[in-house]
């Protein structure tokens, strides 16, 4: 069975600083993985995607993860924090697309200080 | 595109009512999801439909129901509301995005209160 752990319930860090949000998953094959960030009272927005090739990918507001396979991990990071950055991150991992269900992590809530 | 929409946005029920949570979506995707978010526990998969006229169980089905009425809705459910299904409630579908892979697209959640 997938699953996806996310170590840290909350962090806070300083506008300007970096940030690292730490990602473990379990899964049976190559897994799909995602970064979702949820504003108060907002939907999700998907951050970044690795499906395969390059194991540093890019994504939208700055950010970037790296797909570690021997760590089982897909930490997500950010060189310098804007105050907008204050928000829910969830990372998830997904079965091949044509059964295409995502398992999620219970989420961790970025604080940014002035 | 107005992308996934879902109605209502807040839903008050008292115990042993029933409603049905709406989600569309103009994107022309087969697949779509309903998922429950409590604290701590991030996003649960309730129901999914992989195509029009399919649905399977997710992870929490227990106490609720589907139907995937066309391509572009799929409604949620309770019969019998427990004050163990207050929660926020999103809709998904699943396309292509721009980069040409898959990925789901959110609905902005409804959020249900049980008392």
């Known amino acids: 069975a997938q699953s996806v752990t996310q170590p840290d319930i909350h962090i806070t860090v300083s506008e300007g600083a970096s940030l690292e949000l730490r990602c473990n998953y379990s899964?049976?094959?190559?897994?799909?993985l995602f970064w979702y960030v949820q504003s108060p009272g907002q939907g999700l927005q998907l951050l970044l995607k690795?499906?395969?090739?390059?194991?540093l990918v890019q994504g939208i507001k700055g950010f970037e993860a790296e797909f570690k396979r021997s760590q089982s991990s897909f930490n997500l990071r950010k060189p310098s924090v804007h105050w907008s950055d204050a928000a829910e991150y969830f990372c998830?991992?997904?079965?091949?697309?044509?059964?295409?269900?995502?398992?999620f992590g219970a989420g961790t809530t970025v604080t940014v200080r002035a | 595109n107005a992308g996934v929409t879902q109605t209502p946005k807040f839903q008050v029920l008292k115990t042993g009512q029933s409603m049905t949570l709406q989600c569309a979506q103009d994107?022309?995707?087969?697949?779509m999801y309903w998922y429950r978010q409590d604290p701590g526990m991030g996003l649960r998969l309730i129901y999914y439909?992989?195509?029009?006229?399919?649905?399977d169980k997710g992870e929490v089905p227990n106490g609720y129901n589907v139907s995937r009425l066309n391509k572009r809705e799929f409604s949620l459910r309770l019969e019998s509301a427990a004050p163990s299904q207050t929660s926020v409630y999103f809709c998904?579908?699943?396309?292509?995005?721009?980069?040409?892979?898959?990925?789901?697209?959110f609905g902005p959640g409804t959020r249900l209160t049980v008392t």
């Open positions: 998830a991992v997904g079965s091949f697309p044509n059964d295409y269900k995502l398992s």
């Open positions: 690795y499906f395969s090739g390059d194991t």
């Open positions: 899964y049976g094959a190559t897994p799909y």
């Open positions: 994107m022309n995707h087969n697949s």
């Open positions: 439909s992989a195509s029009e006229g399919t649905t």
């Open positions: 998904a579908s699943k396309g292509r995005g721009t980069s040409g892979s898959y990925e789901q697209y």
